[in-house]
């Protein structure tokens, strides 16, 4: 066929940093042939702000708005790993009311990180009306948690030994209110999107993740479990007061787009059923530990705790050399292993494909530039 | 043919008042097309749309008309010059001359031709020519993605469109738009030929890239495709011909299964226009509702399954209308 020394080209395709599905400001070098993807490269760094060095530079309270600004859509988890880490440091008890509100509003936030993914995963798949209905939906988790925190999406809540505020009638009524509101939208989600014909064709069977392929790039989240292993930080190495509730993890069976689909949406019921739990067993008492130091100066040491967030494990690795400084701050994020496996899952697909796994790994950009 | 024994100068003047009103109508109904859509859109997510700008904001869209005929023309690097610019003409002449057959009333037509569906289908198959040229002009990778798949897209989909339609060809026995109204007198086309209006829907809705087929332009893979590279009244006219190319698919739909003009009380002119307006309803309905689906599955779902229906009914029409 090539006898007219007709060459064989590359046509490669830069996809983003700035395109309407690349979630920010992440930048994927296509390599195709025709619309068949041969090379995927994600060339990630357009977000960089250097919050782990930042950390080199504040005292432990100034570090903490930090936290918001990671991973902003489940920012409430960030804040909770990292005070967990402080407090594990300077050997601080959160008191139970406190840790039930942080339990509370953490899985709110996850709730809305997950709705804003559904609409904005549909959206890459075409569908543009379901993108408003969930916004919709969030839209009341985002005033009960104006309410509480003052902030809408950059949440700085949480403080080292407890919350600064504590809930009141008006919130639990509207925690109970909203969620029987989500629950009525179930039957919806599934009869509108997950039944529908073209959406079933776009997900099955696409971007598959065995699990092999999961522990070999290091996932977790729902791209853990989508493929059937039952890893959830909240399970496997509880934290906070989560062992007091009954949930389970929802996992998916064959690892493709539409598992790790359906995982995300059984979690925010999930989600649901723990909130309803803590809202009927919270205690009364103090909001925050008696004692919390003004000078933060731990000693010399270092500690590790993890959260699970929306989209995985997230880890607050502290180094601390006795100044009021911390000498060096880890953050391990989720969405950056989750990226990782793109260039091995995204060839021999369609650009359409790839947009639909790009969007089931629910990268955070800002999160992986940190 | 009476236009011929008519004396010239009548003849001209009739086909600049016919111009005339085209160009008018077309201007006219892409407005309230797009402004349609918005109120439309809005309604189904949960918003009231464009306020602001008169009575529910009906003149929203004149407004952006306005807006649009003061942005800047850009011109990207190295572009192929003339085709660049000769796209968005290409792409707005047929859907003009398309208006020549379709019959608005039972007089209100500017020339009944004996080949009526034929012209319009063959004018339609120009815009893939248009958009190929845009996509292939803008220098622009992702609006050569667009055209390309434009292309593969109008071809596959232009043959079951034409074979449905020809089963209602033989049933009337002519290609002219004003007999098939004409043979719909007693009931519509609709009644007896229901897998055919299906099957049309389907075709016209790809054939006028409208969602869940709008591959050429999927926003969230070719960001805008074809017209990626187009700005100001440019773009305009792409998004001008999307929706009059709507509303003569709507037309042939109303013409070839809703009875064209006829319907009780009303004047025909305003059974025509309900009944086009509701077949773009159901199209904006499907755009809003759906999720988009992909190529290989689009052009699957052409050639294995809406063409072996299309042949199977205009077999089955073709052998009904021998045994009657």
């Known amino acids: 066929m090539l006898e007219r020394g007709l060459e064989e080209k590359r046509y490669v395709l830069n996809l983003g940093p700035q395109h309407p599905s690349t979630h920010g400001v992440l930048r994927v070098e296509l390599e195709l042939e025709g619309e068949f993807i041969t090379k995927a490269d994600p060339d990630i760094g357009y977000g960089h702000r250097g919050h782990e060095h930042m950390a080199e530079n504040r005292t432990y309270q100034q570090y903490l708005p930090n936290m918001g600004r990671v991973d902003y859509l489940h920012a409430l988890a960030y804040n909770q790993g990292y005070c967990m880490a402080v407090e594990k440091l300077i050997g601080l008890e959160v008191p139970e009311r406190g840790e039930f509100i942080r339990v509370i509003t953490a899985e709110l936030n996850r709730i809305a990180s997950h709705l804003l993914w559904v609409g904005a995963y549909l959206m890459d798949l075409g569908a543009f009306t379901p993108f408003l209905y969930c916004f919709d939906d969030r839209e009341n988790i985002l005033d009960l948690l104006d309410y509480l925190t003052g902030s809408r999406l950059t949440y700085c809540f949480y403080r080292f030994g407890g919350v600064p505020v504590d809930i009141d009638d008006d919130f639990t009524e509207g925690c109970r209110k909203f969620i029987k509101r989500l629950r009525s939208r179930w039957a919806d989600y599934d009869n509108l999107v997950t039944k529908n014909v073209i959406f079933i064709n776009r997900t099955r069977d696409v971007g598959v993740i065995t699990k092999e392929q999961c522990l070999k790039y290091g996932l977790t989240g729902p791209m853990v479990r989508g493929s059937g292993i039952p890893y959830d930080i909240r399970k496997s190495e509880p934290y906070s007061v989560y062992p007091r509730f009954d949930f389970e993890i929802p996992l998916g069976e064959r690892g493709d787009v539409m598992d790790r689909y359906l995982v995300r949406l059984r979690e925010m019921e999930q989600s649901l059923r723990i909130i309803e739990q803590a809202l009927d067993q919270i205690p009364g008492g103090p909001i925050m530990a008696e004692k919390v130091p003004k000078r933060i100066k731990p000693a010399n040491g270092e500690v590790y705790a993890a959260v699970e967030t929306a989209r995985g494990e997230f880890g607050c690795f502290i180094v601390s050399n006795g100044d009021l400084k911390p000498y060096r701050i880890k953050l391990r994020v989720p969405s950056f292993g989750n990226l990782s496996i793109l260039p091995e899952i995204a060839v021999d697909t369609l650009v359409a494909d790839l947009v639909a796994i790009l969007g089931s790994i629910d990268v955070v950009v800002p999160e992986i530039d940190r | ?324």
């Not at chain 2, 190295?78 to 085709?83: G, S």
């Not at chain 2, 159901?282 to 052009?299: A, E, G, K, S």
């Open chain 2, 1 to 324: 043919m009476e236009s011929i024994t008519q004396p010239a100068a009548v003849s001209l003047l009739g086909m600049v008042a016919g111009l005339i009103g085209v160009i008018t109508l077309v201007a006219v109904n892409a407005l309230f097309l797009i402004w349609m859509e918005r109120k439309v859109s809005a309604h189904m997510q949960l918003r009231p749309g464009p306020m602001e700008v008169g009575w529910h904001g009906a003149i929203q869209t004149i407004a952006d008309a306005l807006k649009l005929l003061g942005k800047e023309l850009i011109t990207p690097k190295d572009v192929d010059r003339w085709v660049y610019l000769a796209a968005p003409i290409v792409i707005f002449l047929p859907v003009l001359l398309s208006f020549l057959v379709i019959p608005f009333s039972q007089n209100l037509v500017i020339r009944d031709m004996n080949v009526g569906i034929l012209l319009i289908l063959a004018f339609a198959a120009l815009t893939v020519l248009a958009i190929l040229m845009a996509g292939w002009a803008s220098n622009n990778k992702y609006s050569v993605l667009g055209a390309i798949r434009s292309v593969a897209q109008n071809v596959a989909y232009e043959i079951p469109l034409l074979i449905t339609l020809m089963s209602i060809i033989l049933m009337v026995g002519s290609f002219s738009l004003v007999d098939i109204v004409n043979a719909q007198n007693r009931f519509w086309f609709v009644l007896v030929q229901p897998v055919a209006f299906i099957l049309y829907i389907t075709c016209a809705t790809a054939e006028t890239n409208r969602a869940p087929f709008d591959l050429p332009e999927a926003e969230s893979e070719l960001v805008a495709g074809f017209h990626t590279e187009y700005s100001g009244m440019r773009f305009a006219l792409f998004f001008l011909a999307e929706y009059t190319n709507m509303f003569i698919v709507s037309a042939i739909a109303t013409v070839f299964f809703l009875g064209g003009w006829h319907g009780p009380f009303l004047p025909g002119i305003v059974w025509f226009f309900l009944k086009v307006y509701f077949v773009i309803f159901l199209i904006m309905w499907f755009r809003w509702t759906f999720p988009r689906v992909r190529f290989d599955q689009l052009i699957t779902f052409a050639w294995k399954i809406l063409i072996p229906l299309a042949f199977a009914n205009l077999i089955i029409t073709a052998f009904i209308m021998k045994l009657r």
